[in-house]
């Protein structure tokens, strides 16, 4: 077979991209089979307590309107897998927001019509949804979300810090965060035969498939999920959403197709959100600025429905020298909408509080913030003591130092000025876990020379169907043009979904192992394909099953420069670059793409994105984009992603790494730390608005 000409790490272009910006490319909210109706979902507007009645004459004479369903009348589900899909099935609410009811019209016009003349009835209870360092109703969970340990202690922590010459005991806080991708979630469901399908924006149409088959009481066969355009997710899709099964009990109450695509203005309490963390990190280190002592205690919430632990001290366990170290999480069981995964769930918001701390500390001892993280590198991964497969953190370091030219500021605080404006300079590490699970793909030789990969994997704007093919032309030696890709739909090979940045590893691992067996099977071959062609097929179920003895992660280094307007209190980021250390890179041009699709959400997390829950009420009262503000172009006037070559035989066979999150850990703590450079004022708290900064300014 011929030598493929867009080998590994080429840019090759989305093979998407035309049907994207050509409007072609069709996602679960276009479409539209003859005799669709149209749902619109209600939501509880009291924070805890009962619906006591539904009124729902006005609604159902609405014309248009053909059903309302509530807990009376909606269809019986089974016990989910997640209790959040427990839809109404009951009068209990949970919290604000909580689905009750759902109409269902000819036109999406009439359906909100109808839902806004229902008539609520309810029995309040008293709520909380404050989170606080001391609530009383804090408690240590047996595991934090990943499944790791909630409390790991190593050595003697309290005698090491209370000997320790130079100490820092700062607690840092980070509200709740939203995902809001550009997609809001929808499904569209149609029932035939006794067989459901369902487009829906899902991050994986297995998963999904998989929570319908065990809600609704059918067989996974019985089911077809397709989710062949997804316009982002940061987590929020990442398993089904209570408007997949909405969706597909208004079909079956029906006997009519039924799309529902929830509002915006809904988001916030139904498809989860980044937790509120309150952190507080103690670092001991000696005159040199060697870790002695490192503890790093998280307290979030959850809500009554389900437990959801944000796993923000996982991180302390792997990144410097702590031979004593304590590492923990407690959680309160709120009022409150059930948290969830959001782009970097756990290093996101732990690395801020990490990374500020370690700058506090070598503001303390007058050490370059660069040269104290290098002098705390670690031989092996300090909580299991295995040797990392590879750790790239140094390097990322000295070259996001040259680049961006980190030598030659001044390291006293509040020195720069540019008019108004004050600058300063901020770094910070990052890291994110190498995961992977087991995947299956096939692999098909059409007698005109072209080949087809089918693997059920899911591209939420990544460029997947991209890295894919050029995966599989890789292993087949043959131009990535003649490789088609088929994703997607859950008829498709099992696959996982797109999340813990490990979908490439996953996938690919499966199309690579399918594509090299076909590629021998071709060799072996004689004469005239068949008709039908060959097809192999692979499952990595044994090599996602051995424990690695590796530490494997991604490590990256970012840098800020930020200016602060003294008048305004005005924060804008002039720079910011980074470098990582992710293995192999697979597409540069997607992958440059990613990380600063990452960095930006990053500078978010740091001065814009905010949510806050109201206390009387008990809603999030940033709900939309007007009032939760995610950047703008304008925010980010000069960003830059590099990446180190890094080759590591220990993680699968492209020896990739996962590049989706990694971008976002660090920069939120690198802007936080140029700020402090800027100012002489180190704020503790996210974002880091102007009136917060003001009362620091001269």
Same mark, same amino acid.
């Given at each position: 077979?011929?030598?493929?000409?867009?080998?590994?790490?080429?840019?090759?272009?989305?093979?998407?991209a035309?049907?994207?910006?050509?409007?072609?490319?069709?996602?679960?909210?276009?479409?539209?089979p003859p005799?669709?109706?149209?749902?619109?979902?209600?939501?509880?507007?009291?924070?805890?307590?009962?619906?006591?009645?539904?009124?729902?004459?006005?609604?159902?004479?609405?014309?248009?309107?053909?059903?309302?369903?509530?807990?009376?009348?909606?269809p019986?589900?089974?016990?989910?897998?997640?209790?959040?899909?427990?839809?109404?099935?009951?009068?209990r609410?949970?919290?604000?927001?909580?689905?009750?009811?759902?109409?269902?019209?000819?036109?999406?016009?009439?359906?909100?019509?109808?839902?806004?003349v229902?008539?609520?009835?309810y029995?309040?209870?008293?709520?909380?949804?404050?989170?606080?360092?001391?609530?009383p109703?804090?408690?240590?969970?047996?595991?934090?979300?990943?499944?790791?340990?909630?409390?790991?202690?190593?050595?003697?922590?309290d005698?090491?810090?209370?000997?320790?010459?130079?100490?820092?005991?700062?607690?840092?806080?980070?509200?709740?965060?939203?995902?809001?991708?550009?997609?809001?979630?929808?499904?569209?469901?149609?029932?035939?035969?006794?067989?459901?399908?369902?487009?829906?924006?899902?991050?994986?149409?297995?998963?999904?498939? +998989?929570? &319908? $088959?065990?809600? %609704? *009481?059918l067989? !996974?066969?019985?089911?077809?999920?397709?989710? /062949?355009?997804?316009?982002?997710?940061?987590?929020?899709?990442?398993?089904?959403?209570?408007?997949?099964?909405?969706?597909?009990?208004?079909?079956?109450?029906?006997?009519?197709?039924?799309?529902?695509?929830?509002?915006r203005?809904?988001?916030?309490?139904v498809?989860?959100?980044?937790?509120p963390?309150?952190?507080?990190?103690?670092?001991?280190?000696?005159?040199?600025?060697?870790?002695?002592?490192?503890?790093?205690?998280?307290?979030?919430?959850?809500?009554?429905?389900?437990?959801?632990?944000?796993?923000?001290?996982v991180?302390?366990?792997?990144?410097?020298?702590?031979?004593?170290?304590?590492?923990?999480?407690?959680?309160?069981?709120?009022?409150?909408?059930?948290?969830?995964?959001?782009?970097?769930?756990?290093?996101?918001s732990?690395?801020?509080?990490?990374?500020?701390a370690? +700058?506090? &500390? $070598?503001?303390? %001892? *007058?050490?370059? !913030?660069?040269?104290?993280?290098?002098?705390? /590198?670690?031989?092996?991964?300090?909580?299991?003591?295995?040797?990392?497969?590879?750790?790239?953190?140094?390097?990322?370091?000295?070259?996001?130092?040259?680049?961006?030219?980190?030598?030659?500021?001044?390291?006293?605080?509040?020195?720069?000025?540019?008019?108004?404006?004050?600058?300063?300079?901020?770094?910070?590490?990052?890291?994110?876990?190498?995961?992977?699970?087991?995947?299956?793909?096939?692999a098909?030789?059409?007698?005109?020379?072209?080949f087809?990969?089918?693997?059920?994997?899911?591209?939420?704007?990544?460029?997947?169907?991209?890295?894919?093919?050029?995966?599989?032309?890789?292993?087949?030696?043959?131009?990535?043009?003649?490789?088609?890709?088929?994703?997607?739909?859950?008829?498709?090979?099992t696959?996982?979904?797109?999340?813990?940045s490990?979908?490439?590893?996953?996938?690919?691992?499966?199309?690579?192992?399918?594509?090299?067996?076909?590629?021998?099977?071709?060799?072996?071959?004689?004469?005239?394909?068949?008709?039908?062609?060959?097809?192999?097929?692979?499952?990595?179920?044994?090599?996602?099953?051995?424990?690695?003895?590796?530490?494997?992660?991604?490590?990256?280094?970012?840098?800020?420069?930020?200016?602060?307007?003294?008048?305004?209190?005005?924060?804008?980021?002039?720079?910011?670059?980074?470098?990582?250390?992710?293995?192999?890179?697979?597409?540069?041009?997607?992958?440059?793409?990613?990380?600063?699709?990452?960095?930006?959400?990053?500078?978010?997390?740091?001065?814009?994105?905010?949510?806050?829950?109201?206390?009387?009420?008990?809603?999030?009262?940033?709900?939309?984009?007007?009032s939760?503000?995610?950047?703008?172009?304008?925010?980010?006037?000069?960003?830059?992603a590099?990446?180190?070559?890094?080759?590591?035989?220990?993680?699968?066979?492209?020896?990739?790494?996962?590049?989706?999150?990694?971008?976002?850990?660090?920069?939120?703590?690198?802007?936080?730390?140029?700020?402090?450079h800027?100012?002489?004022?180190?704020?503790?708290?996210?974002?880091?608005?102007?009136?917060?900064?003001?009362?620091?300014?001269p």
């Amino acid at each position: 077979m011929s030598h493929a000409p867009h080998p590994l790490g080429a840019p090759v272009v989305r093979h998407e991209a035309l049907d994207k910006v050509t409007g072609t490319a069709r996602y679960a909210a276009e479409h539209t089979p003859p005799g669709c109706l149209y749902a619109w979902p209600v939501p509880a507007t009291i924070a805890a307590g009962r619906v006591t009645a539904v009124r729902t004459a006005d609604a159902l004479a609405v014309p248009g309107v053909h059903a309302v369903l509530t807990h009376e009348n909606a269809p019986r589900l089974k016990e989910p897998d997640d209790p959040i899909l427990a839809v109404l099935q009951d009068d209990r609410v949970p919290h604000h927001g909580w689905y009750i009811a759902l109409v269902v019209a000819d036109s999406l016009e009439s359906a909100k019509e109808g839902a806004g003349v229902l008539r609520i009835e309810y029995a309040r209870a008293p709520h909380d949804v404050t989170l606080t360092e001391d609530h009383p109703g804090l408690y240590t969970p047996e595991q934090a979300n990943g499944g790791h340990p909630a409390v790991r202690e190593r050595g003697d922590f309290d005698g090491a810090f209370a000997a320790a010459p130079v100490q820092i005991d700062a607690t840092y806080r980070l509200g709740a965060l939203h995902n809001h991708p550009m997609e809001p979630h929808a499904s569209t469901a149609v029932w035939a035969d006794g067989h459901l399908t369902v487009h829906d924006s899902s991050q994986g149409s297995t998963a999904v498939r +998989d929570s &319908l $088959a065990s809600v %609704l *009481g059918l067989e !996974p066969s019985q089911i077809t999920v397709v989710s /062949e355009h997804v316009g982002g997710g940061f987590g929020s899709k990442g398993t089904a959403r209570p408007q997949v099964v909405l969706a597909a009990m208004a079909a079956r109450h029906t006997g009519r197709p039924v799309k529902l695509s929830l509002p915006r203005s809904q988001l916030a309490a139904v498809v989860g959100h980044r937790a509120p963390t309150v952190q507080r990190v103690r670092l001991g280190a000696d005159l040199d600025g060697i870790l002695t002592a490192l503890a790093h205690e998280a307290v979030t919430h959850t809500s009554t429905v389900k437990e959801f632990v944000e796993q923000a001290a996982v991180p302390a366990r792997t990144m410097y020298i702590s031979p004593h170290s304590r590492t923990t999480h407690r959680v309160a069981a709120l009022d409150v909408p059930s948290p969830s995964w959001m782009r970097a769930p756990g290093e996101a918001s732990g690395m801020y509080a990490l990374e500020s701390a370690m +700058d506090e &500390l $070598a503001c303390a %001892l *007058g050490l370059d !913030p660069v040269e104290l993280r290098l002098r705390n /590198e670690p031989a092996s991964e300090p909580d299991s003591g295995r040797p990392f497969s590879s750790r790239g953190l140094s390097a990322c370091l000295r070259e996001g130092a040259e680049r961006f030219g980190w030598y030659d500021r001044d390291p006293a605080p509040a020195t720069r000025r540019d008019g108004p404006w004050l600058l300063g300079t901020g770094v910070a590490s990052a890291t994110y876990p190498v995961l992977v699970s087991r995947s299956s793909a096939s692999a098909h030789a059409a007698p005109d020379g072209g080949f087809r990969i089918a693997v059920n994997a899911t591209d939420i704007g990544t460029g997947a169907r991209t890295v894919l093919a050029q995966i599989a032309a890789s292993a087949l030696g043959t131009p990535v043009e003649n490789v088609r890709i088929a994703i997607g739909d859950s008829d498709l090979p099992t696959a996982p979904l797109a999340g813990g940045s490990s979908g490439t590893a996953s996938w690919g691992w499966a199309v690579h192992k399918a594509a090299a067996a076909l590629a021998a099977r071709l060799d072996e071959h004689t004469g005239a394909l068949p008709a039908d062609g060959l097809t192999v097929t692979a499952d990595t179920e044994q090599e996602t099953a051995a424990k690695s003895p590796y530490a494997r992660h991604a490590f990256g280094a970012h840098f800020a420069e930020a200016a602060v307007d003294t008048v305004t209190g005005e924060i804008r980021v002039r720079r910011l670059l980074g470098v990582y250390a992710a293995g192999r890179i697979l597409n540069s041009r997607t992958a440059r793409s990613q990380f600063i699709g990452g960095m930006v959400m990053g500078l978010g997390m740091a001065l814009t994105e905010g949510s806050t829950l109201d206390p009387v009420f008990g809603d999030f009262t940033q709900s939309d984009l007007a009032s939760y503000h995610v950047p703008a172009h304008a925010d980010v006037p000069d960003i830059q992603a590099h990446w180190i070559e890094e080759e590591d035989p220990h993680l699968n066979p492209m020896g990739s790494k996962g590049i989706g999150e990694i971008g976002t850990v660090g920069t939120a703590a690198a802007i936080g730390n140029a700020v402090r450079h800027a100012t002489g004022a180190r704020l503790r708290e996210l974002p880091l608005t102007p009136d917060r900064l003001l009362p620091y300014l001269p």
